[in-house]
């Protein structure tokens, strides 16, 4: 079924020629400025502030201000549910418009290929708004002061955030020493060379989108996936993190210090746990037989990792590449502690926390 049919089914629900042909457009295109609607559609650029303003009242689109006025397709049941009562042309032309809404949208799928960045744009800010333990985040600056407020709300929250700062073109340099930090990430480091726009929240939700203009920057991935976003961890923290330098930390130097990654954890713990030190922690994290959450507070007995090399004083990250895990032990018993997808050890952390050294 074309667009015209299905504008011929719209028009039967009661819309006028007009309002069909903008519904249609703005399902194409999921959420976009009016005037962009009204060239798609062939509506007058005059006339689509009122028909928007008359399909937002009927429940098929939402209108907001954005510099211009947008607009975005509503989810259309109400629509469909009416074309399927009908005859089987207009249950065809409820079937279109599902796949016009579905294209765009990602509410309702894990992995989601989406046709404009923008819509990654949003999507990121909304992972990061429901965010509750940790964001890693690789950006451009114009990127990042977009989601600067965002972020700076995680962060009050207690979200943990590492951002790697992307130079915004392949021939620009990046002044690191010019952006405002405070407040908005946990950590900080500049790669010097260019990349992709990448987000992981809470290990669950990724945002992806390429930097690449022979792509013509046309598309993004949107995940809310376990597997995908550890594939992305592990490309965030071999690519974008542990090989570039800091330029912000907001760690503590001094217990309580929190980390989200356990192996930069194990980096740090070993010399002092080695120097006969006692490490008193609390690991927050996930029970790997229930999946449910769990908090153990306790003292390190232990550091487990199979060293790649002949190890000589504190192991470097390259060093710890394989099984990892912290041995903890309270006054019940004795827990081991892995990262991420831990599935031999007793916990998969989420976040722990140095209280004490002794």
């Not at 940790?134 to 207690?158: K, M, N, S, V």
């Not at 792509?215 to 976003?229: H, K, Q, V």
């Not at 908090?295 to 000589?312: F, I, M, P, R």
């Not at 032990?329 to 031999?344: F, K, L, N, Q």
């Amino acid at each position: 079924m074309g667009e015209r049919e299905i504008q011929a089914a719209l028009q039967d629900l009661g819309l006028s020629q007009y309002q069909a042909d903008a519904y249609t457009a703005t399902l194409e295109l999921g959420s976009a400025p009016a005037v962009d609607i009204a060239d798609t559609a062939g509506v007058p650029r005059a006339r689509i502030y009122d028909v928007l303003r008359k399909l937002e009242a009927e429940g098929y689109v939402e209108t907001y201000e954005q510099d211009s006025l947008h607009a975005r397709a509503l989810n259309p049941i109400e629509a469909t549910g009416e074309l399927e009562q009908r005859a089987e042309t207009f249950t065809r032309a409820a079937e279109q418009i599902d796949s016009l809404w579905e294209d765009p949208g990602v509410e309702d799928s894990q992995i989601t290929i989406v046709k404009r960045q923008d819509t990654v744009y949003e999507q990121a800010d909304r992972f990061i708004s429901e965010a509750t333990n940790e964001i890693q985040l690789t950006a451009t600056p114009t990127e990042f002061t977009r989601l600067r407020d965002t972020l700076a709300g995680a962060r009050d929250r207690g979200v943990y955030t590492q951002l790697t700062f992307l130079p915004p073109t392949e021939s620009a340099s990046l002044d690191a020493t010019t952006i405002d930090f405070e407040g908005a990430v946990t950590e900080a480091r500049v790669r010097t060379l260019p990349g992709p726009f990448v987000l992981i929240s809470d290990r669950e939700k990724t945002c992806f989108a390429p930097q690449t203009p022979w792509l013509n920057n046309s598309y993004g991935l949107i995940a809310d996936n376990f597997p995908i976003a550890h594939v992305f961890h592990r490309y965030f923290q071999t690519t974008h993190w542990d090989a570039w330098e800091s330029v912000y930390s907001a760690q503590a130097e001094d217990p309580p210090i929190t980390y989200v990654n356990l192996r930069h954890c194990i980096t740090d713990l070993e010399p002092i746990v080695s120097d006969g030190a006692t490490v008193r922690v609390t690991v927050e994290g996930i029970d790997t037989a229930s999946r449910e959450q769990v908090t153990v507070s306790g003292t390190v007995t232990d550091l487990l990792y199979s060293e790649a090399t002949d190890v000589l004083g504190t192991p470097e990250l390259a060093d710890i590449a394989r099984q990892v895990a912290i041995v903890v032990s309270d006054d019940r018993a004795e827990y081991t502690v892995g990262g991420w997808y831990a599935r031999v050890e007793d916990i998969e952390m989420r976040r722990l926390t140095i209280d004490e050294i002794e």
